[in-house]
């Protein structure tokens, strides 16, 4: 009877630790999350497009290339500017505030060139922005051409994108995976652990206890054996 007692309760915590959550269960629940929103972000958003327009620092007969280089890194600074985005709002057909948002300019430390980007949910919208800026920058920085020494040139204009800048569904997807996959890894690192020391004493105690006591038919023969004395 004890034996079949004890079996059920075996079999009963047996099934209970089955049926039980494992530990490791925020990690695919994270990375399964990560996957739906990053999706439906892809899904939802408009797509962006992006148009470039290049133009370069040109030095005259009386000017050093170290000189034009230097001023390349100047007008790329002042490209988002006030002014230039005042030249530019007309042709860009947005307002100034809009287009600051809208155009960023980029320039390297080895070239005198200047990349000025434009970005929209609209293609063309996104060569006009580029274009009018780098038009605006040309005309304000040319007219201080004969004390600088420096010309601006359009090397090369912005033209419609055909394929959006912005990341697709299943790149999206694919990056809120690994988001949160990584989400779920750390929070498993970082998460308070049990000690299975302290799980297994309550249990441990009760043992010595009944370890310790005298078996039944040992405490009958000591009995007997103090009447006989």
């Given at each position: 009877m004890a034996d079949t007692a004890d079996q059920k309760k075996t079999d009963h915590r047996r099934r209970a630790r089955f049926l039980r959550n494992p530990a490791w269960w925020p990690l695919p629940a994270a990375a399964l999350?990560?996957?739906?929103?990053?999706?439906?972000?892809g899904v939802l958003k408009a797509p962006e497009y992006a148009a470039t327009s290049y133009v370069v620092a040109v030095p005259d007969d009386t000017t050093e290339p170290a000189t034009a280089l230097g001023f390349s890194q100047a007008y790329a600074r002042i490209a988002t500017s006030s002014s230039t985005l005042a030249y530019a709002q007309p042709r860009a057909g947005i307002s100034a505030r809009r287009l600051r948002t809208q155009v960023r300019a980029e320039t390297s430390p080895e070239s005198p060139m200047i990349a000025i980007t434009g970005t929209s949910k609209s293609p063309a919208q996104a060569a006009d922005i580029a274009n009018a800026v780098a038009d605006a920058l040309s005309l304000?920085?040319?007219q201080a051409a004969k004390s600088t020494g420096v010309q601006l040139l359009l090397f090369s204009q912005a033209v419609a994108p055909t394929e959006p800048a912005s990341p697709s569904a299943p790149v999206s997807g694919a990056v809120g995976l690994c988001a949160g996959g990584l989400l779920g890894g750390l929070w498993l690192l970082a998460r308070p652990r049990r000690r299975p020391e302290a799980a297994a004493a309550p249990s441990a105690a009760p043992a010595e206890e009944y370890a310790s006591l005298p078996a039944q038919g040992?405490?009958?023969e000591t009995k007997e054996k103090e009447s006989a004395r």
């Amino acid at each position: 009877m004890a034996d079949t007692a004890d079996q059920k309760k075996t079999d009963h915590r047996r099934r209970a630790r089955f049926l039980r959550n494992p530990a490791w269960w925020p990690l695919p629940a994270a990375a399964l999350l990560g996957l739906a929103a990053g999706g439906a972000y892809g899904v939802l958003k408009a797509p962006e497009y992006a148009a470039t327009s290049y133009v370069v620092a040109v030095p005259d007969d009386t000017t050093e290339p170290a000189t034009a280089l230097g001023f390349s890194q100047a007008y790329a600074r002042i490209a988002t500017s006030s002014s230039t985005l005042a030249y530019a709002q007309p042709r860009a057909g947005i307002s100034a505030r809009r287009l600051r948002t809208q155009v960023r300019a980029e320039t390297s430390p080895e070239s005198p060139m200047i990349a000025i980007t434009g970005t929209s949910k609209s293609p063309a919208q996104a060569a006009d922005i580029a274009n009018a800026v780098a038009d605006a920058l040309s005309l304000s920085s040319n007219q201080a051409a004969k004390s600088t020494g420096v010309q601006l040139l359009l090397f090369s204009q912005a033209v419609a994108p055909t394929e959006p800048a912005s990341p697709s569904a299943p790149v999206s997807g694919a990056v809120g995976l690994c988001a949160g996959g990584l989400l779920g890894g750390l929070w498993l690192l970082a998460r308070p652990r049990r000690r299975p020391e302290a799980a297994a004493a309550p249990s441990a105690a009760p043992a010595e206890e009944y370890a310790s006591l005298p078996a039944q038919g040992e405490h009958s023969e000591t009995k007997e054996k103090e009447s006989a004395r």
